[in-house]
């Protein structure tokens, strides 16, 4: 499967942006999906995660209650919901993909081995 991440754009601190993976080449059922963003002069870091099924969700501590992460496995697609935007939100955001069991969901980087270009987000404040 390949993916690739859209709905990148710029935005003011407050607002809410919805960012898409598309995946491609395959079905994203077998896999449970993440999110993960890159801000200038930082390591990547995790976001968002997602079970095969879409019935487990799990988010870093910065963007819960602010983001939600969905999945539309007929459509081949995993959206990254982001509302009450901050600047520290500012950074390149990638979708990633690790083939897993019924109801688990991956935080780590270091397991995902499928990932699609990222999509710039840039909040101003």
């Known amino acids: 499967v390949q993916l690739q991440a859209s709905g990148g754009g710029l935005v003011q601190a407050g607002d809410s942006l919805r960012l898409s993976c598309k995946a491609s080449?395959?079905?994203?059922?077998?896999?449970?999906m993440g999110w993960f963003r890159q801000a200038p002069g930082k390591e990547r870091e995790f976001v968002a995660t997602?079970?095969?099924?879409?019935?487990?969700?799990d988010y870093a501590d910065f963007v819960k209650g602010r983001f939600s992460i969905l999945r539309e496995n007929a459509k081949n697609t995993v959206d990254l919901q982001m509302n009450r935007l901050k600047a520290e939100d500012t950074a390149v955001y990638y979708c990633?993909?690790?083939?897993?069991?019924?109801?688990?969901?991956?935080?780590?980087?270091?397991?995902?081995?499928?990932w699609g270009r990222g999509t710039l987000v840039t909040v101003s404040s």
């Open positions: 997602i079970s095969r099924g879409g019935t487990v969700r």
């Open positions: 990633a993909a690790k083939q897993g069991v019924t109801g688990q969901t991956i935080k780590s980087i270091n397991f995902y081995d499928v």
């Open positions: 080449e395959g079905t994203i059922i077998p896999y449970v």
